[in-house]
């Protein structure tokens, strides 16, 4: 029987393995992990994250063909393929701060996998990793190799959260990288043949391993460079009274482009898209082509204006300050359908608005009010640190309060601020949260989820992005 190991039981792993396990029920799936808490979560009725489908897929398979344990050791030990989806920051201090990725889980990774091995092993890259990592894992494993042969193979995944079943279950490809020897090869081949049991052959793409160690970091900086593409686009919209959603609409329909990632909006989260970006961005400097660097750094630029944007517009039509006022904040999460708030917009908007002493009230579906405060008072690149080793409890921010219903949070509001697009959100009985609130009522839509002229009739002031601007507005300038 072949055995899998994966080492990290976070977004990517967990997933990824469950469905490994649902469909080879004659491979045996362990997901390894050193946090106590995180796999007693696996093992309870209460997953560690929330992502729809994957409950029934965990179920379905624990206790069979996958084991969610802290016995690291043991179960690398006895893998025959091991999976390693561990954390890579972007690093904060030494050289490439605030680019380059911190590898240093990924190191001690390498090493106990060296250390605790006794048969040859297959070793997955399966985080996002910068190119040529796979090249300083193999040195590592070679060095302490005690006679086992490894064979290092990059398996990048493309999961989009809130479907990342979906695209396990229908994936648009399976990337595998690996060595062009007779034993690279070979071992592309055992991974293959796991994938196999449930992705047509023309699906599954092998390569080299630079190509798909590239191929990730690439697939991310073209979908941010589309958001960031039209999230500029919305800044021309209103200062000229066009309409960002009939310009999208109108240039997807050219096959060449398509309809895609081309909704404005406050700028885009998510753990991925940033931290590949400067990822990127440090592997060009590195290699001396600073024009491809600046190219790629433009699209972070554009997104962090955006997001500046949005709160200047904010404050600007609110009488130039929000010190004092209480805002509604709808949504937290970076996209709705999942809990995920890394790099979310909303901790730059919450941050931008707390910094000029506006009282915040937060909801947010699938968002813990212990994560919220979390968020809102870490550093930059904090978040992507294993919990344990994130800063202690952090002191909660005095004001913000976290709701649980929407009404709530609207309450004597000054200003509503849609920050995730939850289908909730398009239903609510806005005359009702109008009624609640002092006047003139603002409402800033940063999803573009809402009808700007319905709500209009209703008596708000409308922002939404990209969107021709209320007379209102007009006569507020913004502060870029």
């Not at 006794?118 to 894992?137: F, G, L, N, W, Y």
């Not at 648009?172 to 090869?185: A, F, K, S, W």
């Not at 809990?339 to 699938?366: F, N």
Request: with cysteine; aromatic share 8%; charged share 25%.
């Amino acid at each position: 029987m072949v055995k899998i190991c994966c080492i990290g039981a976070g977004y990517v792993g967990g997933p990824t393995m469950a469905v490994i396990a649902l469909k080879c029920p004659a491979i045996e799936v362990a997901v390894v992990d050193i946090s106590v808490s995180r796999i007693a979560a696996w093992n309870s009725d209460s997953l560690p994250i929330y992502e729809p489908g994957l409950d029934d897929v965990v179920k379905s398979c624990r206790g069979k063909n996958l084991i969610f344990s802290t016995d690291v050791e043991k179960h690398v030990a006895e893998a025959d393929i091991i999976f390693v989806s561990v954390n890579t920051p972007t690093k904060t201090r030494g050289l490439g701060a605030g680019k380059a990725a911190d590898l240093t889980y990924w190191e001690s990774a390498a090493r106990m996998i060296a250390d605790v091995s006794k048969s040859d092993k297959i070793v997955v890259e399966k985080s996002t990793v910068p190119v040529k990592t796979a090249e300083a894992i193999e040195k590592i494993l070679t060095h302490n190799s005690n006679g086992v042969k490894y064979q290092i193979l990059s398996n990048p995944e493309f999961l989009a959260e809130g479907t990342a079943i979906e695209d396990l279950f229908a994936p648009d490809r399976v990337l595998i990288g690996g060595r062009e020897t007779v034993d690279g090869q070979r071992a592309i081949k055992a991974l293959k043949d796991v994938y196999a049991h449930w992705v047509p052959e023309e699906r599954i793409l092998c390569t080299n391993l630079w190509s798909a160690e590239l191929s990730k970091l690439a697939a991310n900086a073209f979908l941010a460079q589309r958001i960031s593409s039209v999230n500029a686009m919305s800044a021309l919209c209103e200062a000229t009274g066009a309409d960002v959603t009939q310009v999208s609409h109108a240039v997807g329909k050219d096959t060449r482009i398509g309809h895609k990632f081309l909704n404005a909006s406050v700028g885009f989260g998510g753990s991925c898209f940033q931290k590949d970006i400067l990822n990127l961005v440090y592997i060009c400097e590195c290699n001396g082509l600073p024009e491809v660097a600046n190219y790629w750094k433009q699209v972070i630029k554009v997104n962090d204006y955006q997001k500046n944007r949005f709160v200047n517009r904010m404050v600007s039509s609110m009488f130039n300050t929000v010190s004092g006022k209480k805002i509604a904040i709808l949504g937290f999460a970076f996209k709705k359908d999942t809990g995920d708030t890394r790099e979310t917009p909303a901790i730059d908007v919450c941050k931008g608005l707390l910094g000029d002493k506006a009282h915040l009230s937060i909801y947010d579906p699938q968002v813990t009010e212990e994560q919220i405060q979390r968020d809102l008072s870490m550093k930059q690149f904090d978040w992507d640190h294993p919990v344990h080793l994130q800063p202690m409890s952090p002191s909660a921010i005095k004001s913000v309060s976290v709701v649980w219903d929407a009404y709530e949070a609207a309450k004597g509001a000054h200003g509503v601020c849609i920050l995730t697009e939850w289908d909730e959100f398009k239903n609510l009985d806005y005359k009702k949260i109008y009624d609640s609130m002092p006047k003139p009522a603002f409402l800033f839509d940063g999803r573009n989820v809402v009808d700007p002229q319905k709500l209009r009739e209703i008596g708000f002031i409308v922002y939404s992005i990209g969107k021709p601007l209320d007379s209102w507005l007009k006569d507020m300038p913004t502060m870029a």
